[in-house]
């Protein structure tokens, strides 16, 4: 059980999905200007991660494996992708329209986020069993959750900062995102390894 | 080979029905009102009326938030439809019959600054960085887009001239615009 813990610790702030990996950067600077959309966005990513990593695993090892077509991995992992992103979208689409309406683009664009392929693919490298696969998949998008809100809070902040000209807009969230980056770092003694 | 064609299909195809049975499961009821109106207008998305595109025009009406003279391209046979569906009363006195319409280039003016045809919502301006640009006249609404970013007033909106290849028969008289 404790190695369970450990495990979702260390996906969610040591081994941190954005800041250590740099892996879904493009919702993390798109979807950061304001804390709700960002948490609703690291939600709806949690959910699609969550399942991916669940379905490409069970795909991997019951489809793939056994028929010896692991060179199509890529791109059966892409199709379950895209069908939990579409799936989510309609949920969300029924559940929330204003959510739908300030998600917007970025909604389809989970299906683009490499983070949700990545981690799949990390877990095949890995050769993580299922309950792992899983477990690491949640804790990783639960980090990108967590690094999602604390920026936007930030972001929010630093809209009411003055700001030097030269450094407004996106370069100081860039900077931002820089130093979160750094402080995350921290987390490294954390977890023995 | 036949083993990973047959398996990416028959995955495919059960993803497929799962995403087709929950469409089904979450359907969402759109506002059916909203949904005709979006049909009555023009559908290029001009933003002329202030509204994001056709849609967020379309449910502005249906919440009685506009007037349904918004629609500058529509002229006044959108507007006597939009009343028509509305049950309201239309006055379209302000309304200019849109005279078609169509952007043109002046060649001797255009610097080739691309400003046009990145606004154009349908596509209708060809060109390339410091070339003349040119307009489709099939594609173009005159919507009026390009003409407020044009830097060196190059392309501007005039008359369709008519001649053998513009004109057309006249559109059929529907119940609306006689009711009207």
Redesign the interface.
């Known amino acids: 059980m404790s190695e369970y813990l450990l495990l979702l610790l260390s996906t969610a702030l040591v081994n941190n999905v954005v800041l250590v990996k740099f892996l879904g950067l493009c919702p993390f600077m798109g979807i950061s200007k304001k804390m709700d959309t960002a948490l609703s966005m690291g939600l709806a990513t949690t959910f699609v991660i969550t399942f991916t990593t669940a379905g490409s695993w069970l795909l991997e090892h019951w489809l793939l494996i056994p028929l010896g077509i692991e060179y199509l991995r890529i791109l059966t992992y892409i199709l379950v992708i895209a069908a939990v992103v579409q799936f989510t979208e309609m949920v969300i689409r029924k559940v929330s329209p204003p959510l739908y309406q300030v998600l917007g683009i970025y909604l389809p664009l989970i299906t683009t986020n490499c983070a949700v392929l990545g981690l799949p693919l990390l877990n095949v490298q890995e050769k993580s069993g299922f309950a792992v696969s899983l477990i690491g998949g949640f804790g990783s998008s639960v980090g990108f959750t967590l690094v999602l809100v604390l920026f936007a809070g930030m972001r929010e902040r630093i809209a009411l900062a003055s700001v030097p000209p030269a450094f407004s807009g996106a370069p100081i969230a860039f900077i931002t995102a820089g130093i979160l980056a750094l402080a995350f770092m921290g987390f490294a003694g954390l977890v023995p390894h | 080979m036949i083993?990973?064609i047959a398996?990416?299909t028959i995955?495919?195809a059960i993803?497929?029905l799962?995403?087709g049975v929950?469409?089904r499961v979450?359907?969402?009821e759109g506002n059916a009102l909203v949904a005709e109106l979006t049909d009555i207008l023009p559908g290029s998305q001009c933003g002329q009326c202030g509204f994001p595109g056709c849609s967020g025009a379309a449910q502005a009406l249906a919440e009685g938030h506009a007037p349904v003279t918004l629609c500058p391209p529509g002229g006044r046979a959108v507007a006597l439809a939009l009343a028509a569906k509305l049950g309201v009363e239309a006055d379209v006195s302000g309304v200019q019959d849109a005279r078609p319409m169509i952007a043109e280039v002046r060649e001797e003016l255009c610097i080739g600054c691309t400003r046009c045809f990145k606004v154009c919502p349908t596509d209708a301006i060809m060109g390339a960085a410091q070339q003349i640009h040119s307009v489709f006249r099939e594609a173009c609404t005159a919507c009026g887009k390009c003409e407020a970013v044009c830097p060196t007033e190059s392309i501007t909106l005039q008359p369709v001239q008519l001649t053998l290849h513009a004109w057309y028969w006249h559109k059929p008289v529907t119940q609306t615009t006689i009711a009207a």
């Open positions: 083993t990973a398996s990416l995955l495919g993803l497929g799962i995403l929950a469409a979450f359907r969402v």
